[in-house]
């Protein structure tokens, strides 16, 4: 009797997960219809019906508008970003994992002070840099900071999985002779492989969908990037909503591409560090 009663399905249970999902996918639907539907049509219809005649005219009005040129300034930003971002961070785990010595534990506290400094917060200190050095306008002044803001929480990942690393491993290497630099690219990185890509694409995210910086760090058009060119849009097209929403159903296809390849490593990078 126990085994049949711990067997029965949770109907409540269920049904209110259900009513969550079409909850949270009714946006979703939303943008996606409308960006196929008629501007004229979008005006006289229910908007949650289907379009009675689908049309991609919002999606070409958008590429014709300099989508490409934003595309690719998201693109820059957030590759140099993230490729400086895991080269420091996981060189910096390493050191803080392998070496036990006050400087790696006063580099740990101060990374891990980072991380309590909200961006909001440092956005006027960030401009004053960023004029100073000569670089306001520039997707340099994307790039720098968005770096300085990602490392404290991927080196976190980074450091609670290279822990999960068994000791021995990088002890046999050193009695074969390996350098730190040999044990760091040739055990510690391909062992700490899901933790990268969580990293990778948690920092991917948050400089895709940056509108701060932007914002306040550019002003030229060929420097703007998606967030902002959305933004943008709505004055362009005025009450033009299909196509504002094609430009942000365009915006999201890498982002759900990069979580389609990585979404195995993802699940495992997230769970780092709760082994022990």
């Known amino acids: 009797m126990g085994n049949a009663s711990n067997r029965r399905p949770n109907i409540i249970g269920g049904g209110l997960a259900w009513a969550w999902l079409l909850f949270a996918l009714l946006p979703i639907y939303y943008i996606v219809i409308t960006s196929v539907r008629p501007r004229a049509e979008y005006f006289t219809s229910n908007p949650l019906v289907p379009p009675t005649t689908w049309t991609g005219e919002a999606y070409v009005k958008v590429l014709q508008n300099q989508f490409l040129m934003y595309f690719l300034n998201s693109v820059v930003v957030t590759l140099a970003t993230v490729s400086v971002v895991l080269l420091i961070s996981l060189m910096a785990a390493y050191v803080i994992v392998r070496n036990r010595s006050r400087f790696s534990g006063a580099l740990f506290s101060s990374l891990l002070l980072g991380i309590a400094i909200p961006l909001q917060a440092a956005i006027i200190p960030v401009y004053y840099l960023i004029v100073q050095m000569g670089l306001y306008d520039t997707l340099w ?136």
Request: glycine share 6%; net charge neutral; aromatic share 10%.
């Open 141 to 276: 002044a994307l790039i720098l900071p968005s770096i300085a803001f990602a490392i404290p929480l991927s080196v976190l990942i980074l450091v609670n999985f290279l822990r999960d690393v068994p000791n021995e491993l990088f002890e046999a290497m050193r009695v074969d002779g390996a350098s730190d630099w040999r044990m760091l690219w040739q055990l510690a990185a391909p062992l700490a492989k899901p933790a990268i890509v969580t990293v990778g694409i948690y920092d991917a995210l948050q400089v895709w969908n940056g509108f701060l910086f932007p914002l306040i760090l550019t002003q030229s058009s060929d420097k703007r990037v998606l967030p902002l060119s959305l933004w943008s849009y709505q004055g362009e097209f005025g009450v033009d909503v299909p196509a504002v929403l094609a430009a942000v159903v365009l915006s999201v296809v890498p982002v759900l591409a990069a979580y389609a390849i990585g979404r195995r490593q993802l699940v495992s990078g997230l769970t780092a560090g709760f082994s022990k």
